[in-house]
């Protein structure tokens, strides 16, 4: 594993490499957070990727270059093997700049340390922690809690009479009570919550930074403080709760955190910290992502909806894994090569990164029948959108059975609903989907 450095590595070994046209094309648009709004776009992008250079070497303008991989089967490749393939020196796109002034402030790539930025053997004594906990076998048991969740949103939507914006009134807020009550955070305290969890996802979305002059800013050392305040009030509403649960344990996710303990000693403050944060974003704008997305797709493909109002219950495990590859709210992750590797007859060095693209391995040609039609009862459905490997989404079985559960309350009720104006959609390059879905509807 290569040691900590002062500065960021510079990705590029190969000074003779150059970029295929394809690349050249599209190196730009993978990474702009604007064209994650704007489907047909990215679509395009990652289809010319996948056709005429899977493998492709991109050097984008203010990133590091990268090895974009678009097909499915080399993204798994990749994702399965985590001691040749490490999550510690690179695991998402950042800008330039950006990755200078934390290396500058902390001396190291990341401001945090989550699951996604660590590799064994830490990360696996980590997720081991908590990974009993999102297992089937116990996430059922949350079955009727979730369910008693789902039917206060439907009931909430249907108070409303006739009209809401579907993103914003329910599928935004309702992962976020499921994951809030998994961590014993108050519901009091969940708008705090979810300001803090868009702040850190949706960073380049002017209507969700922190401070919204800094989206026009060349700023990085702004950037990175307004990041900091982020954080900051994140750590300080969570040492409130771990010394609680020290003190007075209860049956949730942060009592695990909070006296978890890694080779018989507690675990570092900014290793729980970072847990809290992982757990609380993770769990919430992906799932909302998906739920609001899924119920958009069925809207814009009425054959779709009314099979699914027809057999709700039935269509509901498929629907929502549907809705999982259709969103995919994850856009990417990225992973660092620790030896010279083969892929598809391109030969990635040592150091040098990877972006797993997985909106483009859930439209992949090769998987998917159809990938560009949205079908409820779609089976198989090797969804890329959970990632593989040691890093596997831990809270998948948990999204889930939270959008089942939804899925299934909403269409047994509602009799008619369309939609009522043009949605929108999150400028985010790492986790985003819907902004606003307006719709009409009759219970
Ligand atoms: C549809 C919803 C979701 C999607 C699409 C999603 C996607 C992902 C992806 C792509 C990864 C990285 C996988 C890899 O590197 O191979 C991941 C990791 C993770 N997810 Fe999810 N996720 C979702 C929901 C959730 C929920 C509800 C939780 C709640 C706890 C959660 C918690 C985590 C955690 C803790 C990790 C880090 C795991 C590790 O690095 O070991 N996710 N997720």
């Not at 660590?118 to 004594?125: A, E, F």
């Not at 009592?255 to 609380?280: F, H």
């Not at 859930?362 to 490997?389: K, L, Q, T």
């Amino acid at each position: 594993m290569t040691a900590p450095l002062a500065t960021p590595p510079e990705t590029k070994l190969d000074p003779n490499r150059v970029m295929s046209p394809a690349a050249a094309a599209v190196a730009d648009q993978i990474v702009d957070p604007a064209v994650y709004a704007d489907q047909a776009r990215l679509d395009d992008a990652f289809a010319r990727l996948r056709r005429e250079d899977p493998v492709a070497w991109c050097e984008p303008q203010n990133f590091r270059p990268f090895w974009a991989l678009t097909k499915h089967a080399d993204i798994m490749e990749v994702s399965r093997q985590n001691t040749l393939f490490t999550n510690g020196e690179r695991e998402m796109l950042s800008l330039k700049d950006i990755e200078r002034q934390v290396y500058a402030d902390l001396g190291g790539p990341h401001l945090l340390k989550t699951l996604v930025q660590l590799d064994d053997p830490l990360h696996y004594k980590l997720r081991h922690l908590t990974q009993e906990w999102f297992m089937p076998q116990n996430v059922k048991q949350r079955s009727e809690a979730v369910q008693a969740i789902a039917r206060e949103f439907v009931d909430r939507m249907e108070d409303m009479g006739g009209a809401c914006d579907f993103q914003q009134d329910i599928a935004l807020h309702y992962p976020l009570r499921v994951i809030m009550q998994i961590l014993g955070v108050p519901e009091a305290d969940e708008p705090m919550m979810l300001k803090l969890t868009q702040e850190i996802f949706g960073a380049a979305d002017e209507d969700l930074m922190r401070d919204k002059s800094l989206i026009q800013s060349e700023d990085s050392a702004a950037g990175v403080e307004s990041i900091q305040q982020t954080l900051a009030a994140f750590f300080m509403y969570f040492s409130n709760i771990t010394k609680d649960r020290r003190q007075t344990p209860r049956d949730d996710v942060s009592t695990v955190i909070a006296n978890g303990q890694i080779d018989g000693a507690p675990i570092g403050d900014l290793e729980a910290m970072s847990y809290y944060v992982i757990v609380a974003a993770a769990g919430h704008d992906t799932t909302s992502a998906s739920t609001g997305g899924g119920v958009l797709a069925m809207l814009q493909s009425p054959d779709q909806l009314s099979k699914m109002m027809g057999d709700p219950k039935g269509l509901s495990k498929t629907a929502v894994d549907e809705a999982i590859r259709w969103t995919t709210p994850v856009k990417h992750f990225m992973r660092t090569a620790q030896a010279d590797y083969e892929l598809r007859g391109r030969t990635v060095l040592e150091g040098e990164s990877l972006l797993l693209c997985y909106p483009s391995a859930n439209r992949d040609e090769d998987v998917f029948e159809a990938p560009y039609e949205f079908r409820v009862d779609r089976s198989p459905n090797r969804i890329a959108s959970f990632g593989y490997g040691g890093h596997m989404c831990l809270g998948m079985h948990l999204a889930r059975l939270e959008m089942q559960a939804l899925y299934e309350e909403l269409f047994s009720r509602i009799k008619t609903i369309e939609l009522d104006g043009a949605p929108s959609f999150i400028k985010a390059n790492f986790v985003g989907g819907p902004k606003s879905i307006p719709v009409r509807y009759r219970f």
